[in-house]
Nanobody, 125 residues
């Protein structure tokens, strides 16, 4: 059973940066998708970024392009989300997610089916 544990959330002022981490365990195949989602109060959860663990290909939602970077450390089974130039609109609960044995369709945010518990990010103006 795949388990995902996020860390790195917190409070930051607008313009600041945060790096989220997601430690995964239980993958039985080498090709998986790991991704980041967020949900703000009163809004639907949205996909932010995804990465193919087999080749490192990265995928981003339009809201994340240019400011957020997803990366991975395969030796640690960990994915990261570096968030720069944060805005108050980025305030949300951020969730790590995965598609085990994905086949590489990491841009299909609707397909992510394994979730972490979430970590709160708060950006003040």
């Amino acid at each position: 059973q795949v388990q995902l544990v996020e860390s790195g959330g917190g409070s930051v002022q607008a313009g600041g940066s945060l790096r989220l981490s997601c430690a995964a365990s239980g993958f039985t195949y080498s090709r998986n998708c790991m991704g980041w989602f967020r949900q703000a109060p009163g809004k639907e959860r949205e996909g932010v970024a995804g990465i193919d663990t087999a080749n490192g290909y990265m995928y981003y939602a339009d809201s994340a392009k240019g400011r957020f970077t997803i990366s991975q450390d395969n030796a640690k089974n960990t994915a990261y989300l570096q968030m720069n130039s944060l805005k108050p609109d980025d305030t949300a609960m951020y969730y790590c997610a995965a598609i085990p044995n994905s086949g590489g369709y990491c841009w299909q945010f609707y397909a992510y089916n394994t979730w972490g518990q979430g970590t709160q990010v708060t950006v003040s103006s």
